[in-house]
């Protein structure tokens, strides 16, 4: 008889990004065209799964790594013409979202009441109001108060978060100046003592252009790479192309060239601000790739933010993986191209350090296996609602 050996695996990481749950498909009897989640059931199905009996034996670290939450993308609300968004505001679309996805909720209280399992909120660009303490603690109170030690909301008050030794994490819009906020500066006090939030202009971007722009192509955030995009839509749908990349030459415009100079700066400090602003379109994994390879005490950075998914294991061995994002994508690209989402998760799991025995030398970092992975879900019906 064959007897099942023992899991040596003490520790299984789990690391999911840029899910943008928003306030539903429906908001207010209208259409919610900013909504990019689409995918409950199948979230729901990988949080149970992951927290089941079959991993009790083993810690569970759930990882979420930036833009659960998607507080950019709340419609029908007038406070983003505001310059300033206040603590009252976020809180309102944090409520519209849990609301709006019960059952992640749930699935996410069920994960905790195991005793092993864990999970970490790191905040994202698009979450990034959770810095506010009461939208952290909205969250916190969806769990019941015995599990709540359990959960933890990290601010990014330090540069990366590291679950293990070796491997090492950070949502990714630290690398982009457009997206980059400091959790502390960027909460303003008024006279009442009332609290606002100053985004980054990233974030105007995104509500102030690419939020109008979608009520009619819902996919204009969605297509990779955005030069592509561009002639495609100069020869297919021109008017509307045109409009969109002057909208947002002017917005670049007026934000990081008017702006700038109204604030007294010289000539050469506007050219260094934005030579630093274009990194926004350069290639992402190289500028993250001197960190991993520079870095003897990293085997593996694990980010998001950019929504295509990545791994990448370089010559010394050490590995880069983007978790992707669990909305529908277009890609362009014919060695990349693929229509839909792309459900891709980071699983670490850390087994037992064994010693080394018969001349078999022992790595640093062989205790881990780094993977990324695509979740297919289950289903017991032989077919699937049609989206377009």
Same mark, same amino acid.
């Given at each position: 008889?064959?007897?099942?050996?023992? &899991?040596?695996?003490?520790?299984?990481?789990?690391?999911?990004?840029?899910l943008?749950?928003?306030?539903?498909?429906i908001?207010?009897?209208?259409?919610?065209?900013?909504?990019?989640?689409?995918?409950?059931?199948?979230?729901?199905?990988?949080?149970?799964?992951?927290g089941?009996?079959?991993?009790?034996?083993?810690?569970?670290?759930?990882?979420i790594?930036?833009?659960?939450?998607?507080?950019?993308?709340?419609?029908?609300?007038?406070?983003?013409?505001?310059?300033?968004?206040?603590?009252?505001?976020?809180?309102?679309?944090?409520?519209?979202?849990?609301?709006a996805?019960?059952?992640?909720?749930?699935?996410? /209280?069920?994960?905790?009441? #195991?005793?092993?399992n /864990?999970?970490?909120?790191?905040?994202?660009?698009?979450?990034?109001?959770?810095?506010?303490?009461?939208?952290?603690?909205?969250?916190?109170?969806?769990?019941?108060?015995?599990?709540?030690?359990?959960?933890?909301?990290?601010?990014?008050?330090?540069?990366?978060?590291?679950?293990?030794?070796?491997?090492?994490?950070?949502?990714?819009?630290?690398?982009?100046?457009?997206?980059?906020?400091?959790?502390?500066?960027?909460?303003?006090?008024?006279?009442?003592?009332?609290?606002?939030?100053?985004?980054?202009?990233? &974030?105007?971007?995104?509500?102030?252009v690419?939020?109008?722009?979608?009520?009619?192509?819902?996919?204009?955030?969605?297509?990779?790479?955005?030069?592509? @995009?561009?002639?495609?839509?100069?020869?297919?749908? &021109?008017?509307?192309?045109?409009?969109?990349?002057?909208a947002?030459?002017?917005?670049?415009?007026?934000? /990081?060239?008017?702006?700038? @100079?109204?604030?007294?700066?010289?000539?050469?400090?506007?050219?260094?601000?934005?030579k630093?602003?274009?990194?926004?379109?350069?290639?992402?994994?190289?500028?993250?790739?001197?960190?991993?390879?520079?870095?003897?005490?990293?085997?593996?950075?694990?980010?998001?933010?950019?929504?295509?998914?990545?791994?990448?294991?370089?010559?010394?061995?050490?590995?880069?993986?983007?978790?992707?994002?669990?909305?529908?994508?277009?890609?362009?690209?014919?060695?990349?191209?693929?229509?839909?989402?792309?459900?891709?998760?980071? /699983?670490?799991?850390?087994?037992?350090?064994?010693?080394?025995?018969?001349?078999?030398?022992?790595?640093? @970092?062989?205790?881990?296996?780094?993977?990324?992975?695509?979740?297919?879900?289950?289903?017991?019906?032989? #077919?699937?609602?049609?989206?377009?």
């Amino acid at each position: 008889m064959t007897f099942l050996q023992k &899991s040596n695996i003490k520790k299984t990481i789990l690391v999911i990004s840029d899910l943008h749950l928003g306030a539903g498909l429906i908001v207010n009897k209208r259409k919610n065209f900013l909504e990019d989640f689409h995918y409950d059931k199948e979230l729901i199905e990988f949080i149970e799964y992951h927290g089941s009996m079959h991993y009790q034996e083993r810690e569970v670290e759930l990882i979420i790594n930036g833009d659960f939450l998607d507080l950019l993308a709340v419609p029908f609300v007038p406070y983003f013409d505001d310059e300033f968004w206040s603590e009252q505001a976020s809180l309102d679309k944090l409520k519209m979202i849990v609301n709006a996805h019960p059952g992640v909720f749930e699935a996410l /209280r069920n994960f905790l009441t #195991f005793p092993n399992n /864990r999970l970490v909120y790191i905040i994202g660009n698009h979450d990034a109001e959770l810095i506010f303490e009461s939208l952290r603690q909205y969250i916190v109170d969806q769990f019941p108060k015995e599990d709540q030690f359990k959960f933890k909301i990290l601010l990014n008050t330090e540069d990366v978060y590291i679950p293990e030794e070796g491997v090492v994490l950070k949502h990714g819009h630290e690398y982009e100046l457009a997206h980059h906020f400091d959790p502390i500066t960027s909460i303003a006090t008024d006279v009442e003592g009332k609290k606002y939030f100053i985004p980054p202009w990233g &974030s105007y971007y995104v509500t102030r252009v690419i939020n109008k722009f979608k009520e009619s192509r819902d996919y204009i955030n969605a297509v990779r790479p955005i030069n592509k @995009f561009m002639i495609n839509g100069i020869i297919y749908d &021109s008017l509307y192309t045109m409009r969109f990349a002057f909208a947002n030459f002017y917005y670049f415009l007026m934000v /990081r060239f008017v702006m700038i @100079f109204k604030q007294n700066k010289k000539t050469l400090e506007v050219l260094e601000l934005v030579k630093k602003e274009i990194q926004l379109f350069q290639n992402y994994e190289a500028l993250t790739e001197e960190f991993v390879t520079g870095n003897a005490d990293v085997h593996a950075l694990i980010v998001g933010h950019t929504h295509d998914p990545i791994f990448r294991e370089y010559d010394d061995g050490s590995i880069f993986i983007n978790t992707g994002t669990w909305t529908k994508m277009y890609n362009l690209d014919f060695g990349k191209n693929f229509y839909g989402a792309r459900l891709t998760f980071a /699983r670490v799991d850390v087994k037992e350090k064994s010693e080394e025995a018969d001349g078999v030398v022992v790595e640093k @970092f062989d205790h881990l296996d780094i993977s990324l992975n695509e979740w297919r879900g289950k289903s017991d019906l032989p #077919f699937k609602e049609f989206r377009f």
